[in-house]
């Protein structure tokens, strides 16, 4: 006590005699002391502690704890927490020392519990009452070990195969009923209905046809719809080890009203292959719900869901199978696993694992997957090798994962053999004479992605003359330019197609713009833009293919990336001056020998160009002025729809296609967003009356557009990187099939690579009492130093962006989330933080108002600095009320019962319970209770006649403590005017005339001789000694010894 005293005076002190290894927390409860009270940083605790017996380790590491802390934080209260956190302690090992020695330590404890800083550790933040803080550092740290936000174990969630976490949803659209409308638009495992009117005149052999020719118009919806459910189900479920993942049905049949007759197609006919691509799409939207990179999917698993019929695997499962290898699972395939399934020649199979392995390994170059793939790339076999009969849709999908898996590689062979593949020449028999627009068009991504970004920078391709050749097959000239004659003869002549010496730039023009567009991305480069540019004429742009020019205008701006602004004022300046002065000029299509058609025609397609440039450039950023402009040009579209000049003009078709590019690159814009205006477009061009006019296409880009909104529940954004930008150009490219089996111009597997450009941006608050989802007010700081309030859970724009989230309002505690690069990549698994409500508050979902938070706070703010709160039969319920705390509860239940006497008054302790109880609560200190009840034991021990020193020693110490924090001007965490009206009872109860125990039993000045000057007979009451000892230190009277001292200086 004396030497803790003089520490706080700033005095000398003689150093505390230790022994190592024996009596450690006193150490570290010296050490505490001397960062507290010595007033600087550099401390030498060789002047506060004095080592007894050998040295050992612990006393080498003491000494290094103690210097790491000294440096540890911005204030001594901070050191003070870090020291003990870092030695082990907690607080219920804190509840061990004696009051009056911890109290220092549960001031530095509730000074930090307010200012928490964002470099602790989870231990430290739990030391310091800080649970949200420490949950959110381990949810963090272990994020392997948590579920994603709208991740639920999969039990029997329907058929529909749309099953999510109904509470996260709920809690970002609080308002409306969106989801479910999203998940009406998207249901395809019920029958249809079909409500047609049989007339008079038809028969019933006829009317059954009619039915099924509506059945089958409806039936190209269903068919599409599975596309956009992958998008919409993204990485939301977490499968059963032990069980097979269940895949929902796509049903096509029709029902009848009002007797809901089953309609099939039995009267009429519908291609033999007409389901294959929708079960695949179905299967790959099931195996896009998996979670990427669940540990318990592994080969096993995969192999135990592979369900075969006669032998082969389905078109549903081969589906699953490239699901699962966009999600990242494939890689947990062995050589032999692998060997087994592509040994099955399953086409869609094979296609599968070459896709969803490449996507897996992207960028990885990973030389024994690189082999798998060219051997079903026939122009990369070696020379002589036996015919291996790649089906053709293998062989594109072969092509584009030899791009994905050496992604920005600029690898020269395959750069070389890419470019010729472009080219596309028909051979002999049937070589390359069918879908080869889908086959050149590969080609052009795959040379894209392998030269991303690298332009005329890399070394490797200096000397290919890359650009020229690639203008060679968009403005046409000789295939021996490119393929050299030698090569042309030995592939000799094809007898199914004649095309010349000439190259073919129909087939191979598109696709060497998006090469040119990938491969020189971001680099500004004049000279490739100056050849990409348009024709300066009306003449020289009408001999341009429409859609040629669509395709020119999204490569120029890819290459001048940060040229692109989102305003019509750069749409604007992408249509040259004579194409706007005559397009549309109905009143003169036959007077003016310009070209209307064309200039039409030219106009719609420059503009869907430049707004795919826009959407791919601010995807995910849900920039206003970005999305405010496409939703301007959906207008402009739809109102040339509605308009039958315009539409016959330009055709409907091509129209069709640019307004389904636009509302694509609004939903890419505000995605993860939800947002109602695109989704209305999407509801309005979705159920149009006319379903001849949607084709199985629309149908597609269209419902993908609804997918991109609500991607993985809103819990998913996309990237803009290079490898983003290259991915969502293959998943969005402009040309749909015309039906569920048409791959000639792209390959429906390829409208799934979006998942590679897909990064999880949800942030979703949980209170950390019951784990609950919750909504938290928050501010989000941006690295450029902006700043904006949000709402969470919510979409967060990219991560880079992001310097830190602070957690801030009036219901919860606040505290800052520093956004490092550790904590970006676990927060995309785990997604949650954990936050602590205020005493009194309430959730926003329990009190959207805040009208109860406002009334419980008011109730009992009047009563904070009080002794006693209120009357006993209200403390209780209410303090249940402000807390909901286990310990609370159970504090309120048995120690503030209302047990009454006969008198009809409550017990004076129960009053006392009351008052710490509801102090302790309502400034969030409920460490301190066990010493409030010590203190007020102690009184009550004196009254019953039961003294004891060491706890007085313990109440002085603590009340020496508390007036020089005041005398500091620091604000003390236990109460001065409690422990001064404490001091007051003790000394009533010492020396009151009712009270008194001394003066009622005599014998006072007998016991004060024995104390100053000492007898060799004790005193006979043993415990009227212990009272006087009490009272003289209660009085601050000196120690016997001292005051012999004091008392000799004053004597003559």
Avoid at 55 to 83: C, H, M, P, Y
Avoid at 244 to 263: E, H, M, S, W, Y
Avoid at 518 to 527: E, I, S, V
């Amino acid at each position: 006590m004396e030497w803790t005293q003089r520490m706080m005076e700033g005095e000398e002190v003689e150093p505390f005699p230790v022994l190592f290894g024996v009596t450690n927390r006193l150490i570290y409860l010296l050490q505490s002391y001397a960062i507290l009270f010595a007033g600087h940083n550099d401390i030498d605790m060789s002047r506060f502690t004095r080592r007894c017996g050998r040295s050992s380790s612990f006393e080498e590491e003491a000494n290094k704890i103690f210097l790491d802390v000294q440096t540890a934080g911005s204030s001594q209260e901070e050191r003070v927490v870090v020291l003990l956190a870092k030695v082990g302690m907690t607080q219920s090992l804190l509840q061990t020392i004696p009051f009056g020695v911890c109290l220092p330590l549960w001031n530095c404890v509730s000074y930090c519990q307010h200012s928490p800083s964002s470099t602790w550790s989870p231990n430290i933040c739990q030391l310091v009452g800080r649970e949200d803080i420490a949950k959110s550092l381990t949810s963090i740290s272990n994020s392997d070990s948590y579920k994603p936000p709208l991740v639920s174990e999969h039990q029997d969630e329907g058929d529909d195969g749309m099953g999510m976490d109904e509470e996260v949803l709920k809690l970002i659209f609080k308002e409306d009923l969106r989801i479910a409308e999203v998940r009406n638009c998207l249901q395809s495992s019920k029958p249809v209905t079909i409500d047609l009117k049989q007339k008079p005149e038809v028969s019933d052999h006829d009317f059954l046809e009619d039915q099924e020719e509506v059945l089958l118009l409806a039936t190209q919806r269903t068919m599409a719809l599975p596309v956009a459910r992958g998008m919409f189900t993204l990485g939301s479920v977490q499968p059963l080890p032990v069980a097979q993942f269940p895949i929902p049905k796509l049903d096509v049949t029709g029902r009848a009203p009002p007797k809901n007759t089953t309609i099939n197609f039995e009267h009429i006919t519908v291609p033999d292959n007409m389901m294959l691509w929708a079960q695949f799409n179905n299967g790959v939207a099931a195996g896009l719900r998996i979670t990427p990179n669940l540990s318990k999917v592994d080969s096993s698993w995969i192999l135990l869901n592979l369900e075969k019929e006669d032998q082969q695997v389905s078109s549903t499962m081969a589906g699953f199978l490239m699901g699962l290898g966009l999600n990242g699972h494939l890689k947990h395939l062995s050589e032999m696993e692998l060997c087994n399934l592509l040994s099955q020649r399953n086409e869609l199979c094979t296609l599968s694992l070459l896709i969803g392995i490449a996507a897996s390994k992207c960028g990885s170059g990973d030389m024994h997957f690189h082999s798998v793939v060219t051997l079903h790339i026939s122009s990369l076999l070696p020379t002589g090798s036996a015919d291996m009969d790649i089906p053709h849709s293998v062989e594109i999908a072969a092509i584009l994962s030899a791009g994905i898996l050496h992604m920005e590689s600029a690898n020269r062979h395959l750069t070389e053999s890419m470019l010729k593949e472009i080219a596309c020449v028909p051979g002999p028999q049937l070589e390359y004479s069918v879908d080869r627009e889908s086959h050149a068009l590969a080609a052009g991504l795959s040379l894209g992605m392998i030269c991303l970004g690298a332009g005329g920078k890399s070394i490797h391709l200096s000397d290919m003359n890359l650009m020229q050749k690639l203008f060679v097959y968009i403005e046409g000239g000789s295939k021996a330019s490119i393929l050299g004659s030698s090569s042309l003869k030995n592939r000799g002549a094809s007898h199914v197609i004649l095309e010349g010496d000439q190259i073919n730039v129909n087939v191979s023009g598109i696709p060497a713009i998006l090469a040119l567009g990938l491969a020189y991305l971001k680099t500004h480069d004049r000279d490739v833009s100056l050849k990409l540019s348009l024709p300066s004429t009306c003449k020289s742009l009408s001999l341009v293919r429409p859609d040629f020019l669509l395709f020119k205008i999204l490569s120029y701006n890819l290459i001048n990336w940060n040229d692109i602004y989102p305003e019509k004022g750069f749409i604007n300046q992408q249509i040259p001056e004579f194409v706007q002065k005559w397009s549309f000029k109905f009143n003169q299509v036959s007077s003016s020998k310009v070209d209307i058609e064309a200039m039409s025609q030219a106009e719609v397609n420059i503009v869907a160009g430049a707004c795919l440039a826009i959407g791919l450039r601010y995807a995910g950023t849900a920039d206003r002025k970005a999305y405010r402009t496409l939703m301007d040009y959906m207008r402009y579209y739809l109102l040339k729809m509605d308009d039958p000049n315009s539409s016959n003009l330009v055709g409907r078709v091509a129209l069709e296609k640019c307004m389904n590019l636009t509302l694509l690159s609004a939903s890419m814009v505000m995605n993860g967003t939800g947002d109602l205006e695109v989704f209305r477009y999407v509801r309005h061009l979705g159920r149009r009356k006319s379903l001849g006019e949607v084709t199985y296409g629309n149908h597609m880009a269209i419902h993908m557009a609804l997918g991109f909104l609500f991607l993985g529940g809103c819990q998913y954004s996309l990237e803009n990187t290079n490898k983003a930008v290259a991915v969502l150009l293959t998943a969005v490219y402009p040309t749909f099939p015309l039906e569920s089996s048409d791959n000639r111009y792209h390959l429906q597997a390829f409208r799934h690579l979006y998942v590679m450009a897909a990064e999880r941006r949800f942030l979703l608050p949980r209170n950390v009492e019951n784990g609950k989802a919750c909504s938290v007010p928050a501010v989000l700081h941006m690295k450029d130093g902006s700043s904006f309030q949000i709402s969470l859970p919510t979409i967060l724009p990219s991560w880079e962006t992001i310097e830190k989230v602070e957690v801030k309002g009036e219901r919860y505690w606040e505290f800052v989330l520093n956004v490092t690069e550790d904590i970006q990549r676990s927060l995309q698994t785990s997604g949650s933080v954990f936050v602590k409500e205020r005493v009194g508050s309430s959730s926003y979902e329990d009190d959207p108002s805040g009208q109860r938070s406002s009334l419980t706070q008011a109730l009992f703010s009047s009563y904070r600095d009080h002794d006693s709160f209120y009357t006993l039969g209200q403390s209780i319920v209410n303090v249940k009320e402000l807390s909901k705390s286990s310990l609370v509860h159970t504090y309120a239940t048995y120690l503030c019962s209302p047990v009454i006497r006969s008198t009809g008054r409550e017990l004076p302790w129960q009053q006392f319970y009351n008052s710490v109880l509801t102090e302790c609560v309502l400034k969030e200190k409920m460490y301190l209770l066990p010493s409030y009840i010590k203190i007020e034991q102690l009184v009550r021990d004196l009254q019953m006649g039961q003294p004891s020193i060491f706890e007085v020693q313990q109440f002085m110490s603590a009340l020496a403590f508390v007036k020089w924090f005041a005398k500091k001007e620091i604000e003390c965490v236990l109460s001065e005017k409690f422990l001064s009206t404490q001091e007051i009872r003790l000394l009533c109860v010492l020396e009151g005339s009712e009270n008194g125990y001394l003066q009622e039993r005599g014998g006072f000045r007998d016991l004060l001789r024995w104390y100053l000057f000492g007898s060799e007979t004790p005193p006979s009451n043993t415990t009227q000694a212990i009272l006087l000892v009490c009272l003289l230190q209660l009085n601050h009277i000196p120690p016997p010894h001292l005051l012999n001292l004091t008392l000799k200086s004053w004597l003559p």
